[in-house]
């Protein structure tokens, strides 16, 4: 049905299928079908044609925006109505300036939330899984805060899996105009297996995924985990509505940045002393690596 493209991104690896065997060739993308191979490894460019790449996969189909479209809500700082036509949602006198926010909870979190930003450390060590943090609102809303005194913020789209995330952001600050995807967010709440692992999810998972993949990609700057492949997936659909010619700006809470793999350490200082090409970045935002270890840590 419509929804099944997006639930095969949840889908885990066969248990037969011997990860241990796969090998860097086949995780390779055919040049043919891959844009960036077309410039060099270490130019720009490769940001934005990863972004025009996923932007040409998820265009959104009718059903889509016909889910999309009823489910929309905004609260606008000034209390007035907010223009409900257009994809995203305008609020009156708004300047224009929008922050993506993504907010994991739900199955990512393996601990205690967190009341500050990072910590910036691998998610695996020798071979063993460590654990994934999370963090509360009041860490998203101070990179918030400072991407509005920087850039002008005044409207934030709302991504999350967790629906106390929306009460809370809408109702305590009124400095913002807030727009947000409406969906039965519940059925996410701990303590439960990983999405991955779960059957008795409704259609609603991967429809309000990739809901909020095209309302996020029409943001400005990026508050969000890039220890996760959502967030990785909306910024990089950000880079393609880029309006500055630049990649827009970022606060990843979890401190991860755009070129770091889940089996390394993450600290700025690392990041620039691996001196890795663009194209090997991107590549480095997730790793086969975690799969195999997460899968048999779950067995």
Not at 123 to 143: H, N, P, Q, T
Not at 190 to 201: A, D, G, I, M, Y
Not at 250 to 273: H, K
Request: a neutral charge; aromatic letters at 10%.
């Amino acid at each position: 049905g419509r929804s099944a493209g997006w639930f095969c991104l949840w889908r885990p690896f066969p248990a037969a299928r011997d990860e241990a065997a796969v090998t860097s060739a086949e995780v390779q993308p055919p040049a043919a079908l891959w844009p960036p191979l077309a410039v060099p490894h270490d130019n720009p460019l490769q940001y934005l044609l990863m972004g025009a790449t996923i932007r040409a996969l998820t265009l959104p189909t009718d059903a889509l925006l016909d889910y999309l479209r009823p489910r929309l809500r905004a609260k606008c700082a000034d209390g007035r109505r907010a223009d409900m036509s257009t994809v995203p949602p305008r609020c009156p006198g708004a300047r224009g300036v929008a922050a993506a926010v993504q907010v994991r909870h739900g199955d990512s979190c393996e601990g205690a939330q967190q009341d500050v930003k990072g910590p910036r450390n691998m998610m695996i060590r020798d071979g063993k899984r460590l654990f994934r943090y999370c963090y509360r609102w009041r860490v998203y809303l101070a990179e918030l805060e400072a991407m509005r005194e920087t850039y002008g913020v005044d409207t934030v789209m709302i991504a999350t899996d967790d629906p106390a995330i929306i009460a809370e952001a809408t109702a305590a600050d009124a400095r913002f105009n807030w727009i947000w995807v409406d969906w039965p967010r519940d059925q996410l709440a701990r303590p439960k297996p990983w999405v991955e692992f779960r059957q008795n999810l409704d259609e609603h998972v991967p429809l309000s995924l990739a809901a909020e993949l095209e309302l996020l990609a029409y943001a400005d700057v990026f508050v969000g985990s890039f220890g996760s492949q959502v967030g990785r997936s909306i910024y990089y659909r950000m880079c393609a509505h880029a309006r500055t010619g630049t990649l827009p700006p970022f606060a990843s809470v979890d401190g991860y940045g755009l070129c770091c793999d889940f089996r390394e350490d993450c600290t700025e200082q690392d990041i620039l002393q691996r001196r890795r090409p663009m194209r090997t970045c991107i590549e480095k935002g997730g790793s086969e690596t975690f799969l195999r270890v997460s899968r048999a840590s779950a067995l």
